[in-house]
Nanobody, 129 residues
Framework: QVQLVESGGGLVQAGGSLRLSCAAS????????MGWFRQAPGKEREFVAT??????????TDSVKGRFTISRVNAVNTVTVYLQMNSLKAEDTAVYYC????????????????????WGQGTQVTVSS
């Protein structure tokens, strides 16, 4: 069983920063792709960023390029994925979800949610304008 636990969300003023964390445990999949998605009220879930299992490949949705940075730390029994969010805007307000793929690929990255097998419970990010 895989568990993903997000933390770091909160309320911040526009222009501010937050760092989200996602702690993954339960099985050895440190080389699998992981991603961040978000869902705003009344909208569909959307892709934000992804990082390959080895950390060498990343991809971002256009609206966050240059402002958000995804990174990861692979330990023996756990993986932690971070999303550093700078220059936050009101339109970044959403529930942010961490996701992990089921396989142990080193160089794959995915922007589609259905490529991910495991999801966290989400953390709320609210940006006031």
């Amino acid at each position: 069983q895989v568990q993903l636990v997000e933390s770091g969300g909160g309320l911040v003023q526009a222009g501010g920063s937050l760092r989200l964390s996602c702690a993954a445990s339960g099985r050895t999949f440190s080389r699998g792709a992981m991603g961040w998605f978000r869902q705003a009220p009344g909208k569909e879930r959307e892709f934000v960023a992804t990082i390959s299992g080895g950390g060498g490949l990343t991809r971002y949705t256009d609206s966050v390029k240059g402002r958000f940075t995804i990174s990861r730390v692979n330990a023996v029994n756990t993986v932690t994925v971070y999303l550093q969010m700078n220059s936050l805007k009101a339109e970044d307000t959403a529930v942010y979800y961490c996701a992990a793929e089921a396989s142990a690929s080193t160089w794959s990255i995915y922007v589609r949610g259905d490529n991910y097998a495991y999801w966290g419970q989400g953390t709320q990010v609210t940006v006031s304008s």
